[in-house]
């Protein structure tokens, strides 16, 4: 299993857009194999703060995601968007065990 952490800080005048566009595309992303997790959070502190938390069965079903239509309209979507460039990081999952999963 792989946990991907992606940190994105969003112009303040388009939170609520990139919410919504965020959301679009988790929703799409649960529908495909290989993904059992995909969080949209939002610091509570700063709202133009968010971070996706994504769990992928494997590091192809990470690459499959990247393929998808909803992933493509909500990267063209959001790029202008942001207010820096997005920052992403992968871990391997210690626990919990994927029977968890």
């Given at each position: 299993?792989?946990?991907r952490?992606?940190?994105?800080?969003v112009k303040s005048e388009v939170v609520e857009e990139f919410?919504?566009?965020t959301v679009s595309n988790h929703t799409g992303s649960l529908k495909?194999?290989?993904i059992y997790r995909f969080d949209v959070l939002q610091n509570d502190a700063d709202p133009q703060e968010f971070v996706l938390y994504e769990i992928y069965e494997s590091?192809?079903?990470?690459l499959?995601?990247?393929e998808t239509m909803h992933y493509n309209k909500w990267k063209q979507t959001i790029e202008?968007?942001?207010a820096e460039p997005r920052k992403s990081a992968s871990f391997k999952v210690i626990a919990p065990a994927p029977e968890y999963y």
């Open positions: 299993m792989i946990a952490v992606i940190s994105l800080r919410k919504a566009a495909e194999p290989g590091e192809e079903a990470t499959t995601h990247k202008p968007m942001l």
